[in-house]
């Protein structure tokens, strides 16, 4: 395989998780806003921490951070909303992130097979190899089931 | 990609809701749901225990009108400690009573918002969805989401090897539709 077909660029915001710095595709971000009251109520969900209000929406909140990184953020500093699932099912979800996000260009490697499913690409800045998130493995949601097979004669 | 506001609001539609409290958590319940609010008390003689280890949230029955109707604490139902109830709903065209601490208000809400497709597990059978009061965020509960068609079979199972007293109409306040 040729280095182009290896890599194809795309806008991308890198956040913060305590120490670590992942990227999410910036088509699916919504945009970063300061924490707001969170509000919790009966459910079993154990990824949801609550959920927001944000013009009107109720945006379940996530915090990704102890899956990813193993500890819990130590400070909210912004929630960054996004997008998760697909067509009819897209959904908003809020990421507590614990620094400034950054808009960048970078040249995406795919994620090979033996990487966790919430890698969707790598991609590298700053000396750094970062985690494209993939947020449909990471966050709750309905499973897209797939398409039953075909009846045979 | 740019945040979409909600989608426009069409005619306001308003829908009577009683916000009540169990286990220091407050939720709301369409008041058209709602037949009759009793004091613990008032059923303290006629209700019966029911021991079922499966179904902890049941803990006592009810002869009403010839059917029996089972009185779920909420607090348990919704997996919260238990706490100091005080009232019980009795849900209209339901076999299911409602043991909670108190009510805060009735009044009425516009907005009924789906529960996030992020929560995907039973919630979505205990929630109606969420509104919006005073800015702040209170789940609707189903009437129908606190006791399955199956749950409802075994209580009758239990109750039928021991019939329950009548109970006669005593201190309530009866809500109307």
């Known amino acids: 395989m040729s280095l182009p077909e290896q890599l194809d660029s795309r806008s991308c915001v890198l956040l913060r998780l305590g120490e670590r710095r992942f990227a999410l595709a910036a088509e699916q971000v919504a945009e970063l806003v300061a924490p707001s009251r969170i509000f919790r109520f009966a459910h079993r969900t154990p990824e949801i921490d609550g959920v927001i209000l944000r013009r009107g929406r109720v945006v379940a909140v996530c915090d990704l951070a ?4 193993g500890k819990r953020l130590a400070t909210r500093r ?4 996004a997008t998760r699932g697909r067509q009819s099912a897209m959904d908003w979800v809020a990421l507590p992130v614990s620094g400034e996000c950054e808009l960048i260009r970078a040249d995406l490697t795919p994620a090979g097979p033996s990487d966790s499913p919430h890698v969707a690409a790598w991609l590298s800045h700053d000396g750094e190899v970062i985690e494209l998130l993939n947020l449909n493995a ?4 309905p499973k897209t089931t797939p398409a039953p097979p075909e009846a045979r004669p | 990609m740019r945040f979409k506001p909600a989608p426009a609001a069409e005619p306001l539609r308003t829908e009577q809701i009683i ?3 169990s286990s220091n958590q407050i939720f709301a319940i369409s008041s058209g749901s709602v037949q009759e609010v009793r004091s613990v008390d008032s059923l303290a003689g006629a209700a019966r225990e029911i021991g079922e280890p499966s179904l902890g949230k049941v803990r006592h029955a009810i002869r009403r009108s010839d059917r029996n109707l089972y009185v779920v604490s909420v607090a348990l139902h919704f997996g919260l400690p238990p706490s100091a109830a005080m009232l019980i709903f009795l849900l209209r ?8 601490d108190g009510i805060e208000k009735m009044t009425s809400m516009t907005i009924l918002q789906a529960l996030p497709n992020a929560f995907c597990h039973e919630e979505h059978r205990w929630y109606r969805g969420l509104t919006v009061l005073d800015q702040s965020v209170i789940p609707v509960v189903n009437p129908e989401g606190f006791l399955t068609a199956e749950e ?3 209580l009758d199972a239990i109750s039928a090897a021991e019939p329950l007293p009548p109970t006669a109409p005593a201190a309530g306040l009866e809500l109307n539709p």
């Open chain 2, 19 to 21: 916000l009540f409290r």
């Open chain 1, 138 to 141: 990471l966050t709750p949601g």
């Open chain 2, 93 to 100: 065209k339901s076999r299911v009573a409602l043991l909670i």
């Open chain 2, 152 to 154: 409802l079979s075994l």
């Open chain 1, 66 to 69: 102890e899956t990813l990184t």
């Open chain 1, 78 to 81: 912004f929630y960054l909303i």
